[in-house]
């Protein structure tokens, strides 16, 4: 594909997790992770509440790349293999 029919968007996800319940008993702390292709995100650990829950204050976010052309997004390659 020419490189002059691509367009690079860039966006930012982003996930508020704030509340996990019912946690069973003998978990003391939880954290909570997102994994993404290689990237990790990791929330602190944070105490499990004598009501079996936990709340976070904090928030993951990452930043994505994404080709599109005139007819869509496309599957994610290397640069060079667009040259």
């Given at each position: 594909m020419p490189i002059q029919n691509l367009f690079l968007t860039t966006c930012q996800?982003?996930?508020?997790?704030?509340t996990v319940?019912?946690?069973p008993e003998g978990?003391?702390?939880?954290?909570?992770?997102?994994?993404?292709g290689s990237k990790l995100f990791v929330t602190d650990a944070e105490p499990v509440r004598p009501n079996r829950a936990v709340f976070w204050k904090q928030f993951l976010k990452q930043q994505?790349?994404?080709y599109k052309t005139?007819?869509?997004?496309?599957?994610?390659?290397?640069?060079t293999d667009r040259i």
């Open positions: 996800q982003k996930i508020t997790n704030r319940g019912e946690i978990h003391d702390k939880l954290l909570f992770a997102w994994e993404r994505a790349t994404m005139p007819e869509g997004f496309e599957k994610k390659v290397g640069m």
